[in-house]
């Protein structure tokens, strides 16, 4: 099974400038999430979608940050403009309901590592 | 407002000894738990999880401990192996659906 995907793997941006991140899940995976993890931090998360709605975004930046789930399979995230600060890790995950918990298992992808200079 | 905390940033062990990896919860609405590990470059990776109706679980060298009172978990891995060298997340939800992280224990395992 080919596990979550995503690209590029490693950006380099000039502040103000704009970026995209691409996702891929897992197949079957109804649930997607993007992550972001700054450097000696945990993961946190920005957005979670459930097929191609979004069902958490409590925590993206929507000044400068945007995501869409096409067609309940592939995602993107934008950033317009980058700051400084958003100099981090992103990462996607997908997940799948474990039948006997009923709790959500969640597999991650490599990772985009973005620098703003 | 840091609800998952993992006070130890770095941890270094002798091959064959116990490491043990803590994390202290703070929303006691937390239901189920996870621990992950991850390589550089590479994205985390699930370990082992505990519901809170229980107080251990337990998989080959792996074994979370729940303390619900005490709002706190613990890794064991026993024997630790050169290949544990890694950094280990712990996790929390409420409902088994959005993860909050800790900032990340770095396991040396050291032959």
């Known amino acids: 099974e080919a596990g979550v995907a995503q690209s590029p793997r490693y950006k380099i941006i000039e502040k103000r400038q704009s970026v995209a991140f691409w996702c891929n899940p897992i197949s079957g995976h109804a649930t997607l999430y993007w992550y972001q993890q700054i450097l000696g931090q945990g993961p946190k998360l920005l957005i979670q979608?459930?097929?191609?709605?979004?069902?958490?975004d409590s925590q993206l930046p929507k000044d400068r940050f945007s995501a869409e789930r096409l067609k309940g399979v592939d995602s993107t995230l934008k950033i317009q403009p980058a700051k400084l600060e958003d100099s981090a890790v992103y990462l996607c995950?997908?997940?799948?309901?474990?039948?006997?918990?009923?709790?959500?298992?969640?597999?991650f992808g490599p990772g985009t590592r973005l620098t703003v200079t | 407002d840091q609800q998952v905390k993992q006070n130890s940033p770095s941890l270094g062990v002798q091959e064959g000894r116990i490491s043990i990896l803590n994390c202290d919860y703070t929303n006691s609405m937390f239901d189920y738990f996870l621990w992950y590990k991850k390589y550089p470059a590479e994205g985390p990776t699930f370990l082992i999880s505990i519901s809170s109706i229980k107080d251990k679980n337990e998989d080959g060298r792996f074994t979370v401990f729940l303390n619900k009172s005490a709002k706190h978990l613990s890794l064991h891995i026993v024997p630790s192996q050169p290949g544990d060298s890694a950094v280990y997340f712990c996790a929390a939800s409420e409902g088994g659906n959005k993860l909050v992280f800790g900032a990340g224990t770095i396991l040396r395992v050291k032959s």
């Open positions: 979608f459930q097929n191609n709605g979004v069902v958490d």
């Open positions: 995950a997908s997940s799948l309901r474990r039948a006997g918990t009923g709790k959500y298992e969640q597999y």
